[in-house]
Nanobody, 122 residues
Framework: QVQLVESGGGLVQPGESLKLTCAPS????????MAWYRQPPGQQRELVAF???????SIADSVKGRFTISRDNAASTIYLEMNTVKVEDTAIYYC????????????????WGQGTQVTVSS
């Protein structure tokens, strides 16, 4: 069963930078639509950014100007570059994918990663 695997989370101080990576666990699979969501403590999950295989992308207003999403289409890998992080960026960051392609007989409609913790604290 293919999974989405996130990496790059950790503890950083306000104003620092962090880069998250998400890729399928099996390189034979690609996703047309991939996104980053986050869930702050005690709050609902929210969309942070998305990028498609058609080179469309978007960033949430709450992080625009500080966060950048990029994508390696060949590897179906997305990155979230987080600059000038704030305490309120503290959350579990989840990778999301849909539109899977690859050797699978019963594809799911959507796929979620396990999440990576980002903590911003001085």
């Amino acid at each position: 069963q293919v999974q989405l695997v996130e990496s790059g989370g950790g503890l950083v101080q306000p104003g620092e930078s962090l880069k998250l990576t998400c890729a399928p666990s099996d390189s034979r699979f690609t996703f047309y639509y991939m996104a980053w969501y986050r869930q702050p403590p005690g709050q609902q999950r929210e969309l942070v950014a998305f990028a498609t295989g058609g080179d469309s992308s978007s960033i949430a207003d709450s992080v625009k100007g500080r966060f950048t999403i990029s994508r390696d289409n060949a590897a179906s890998t997305i990155y979230l570059e987080m600059n000038t992080v704030k305490v309120e960026d503290t959350a579990i960051y989840y990778c999301y994918g849909e539109g899977i392609s690859g050797p699978i007989t019963r594809p799911e409609r959507e796929y979620w990663g396990q999440g990576t913790q980002v903590t911003v604290s001085s």
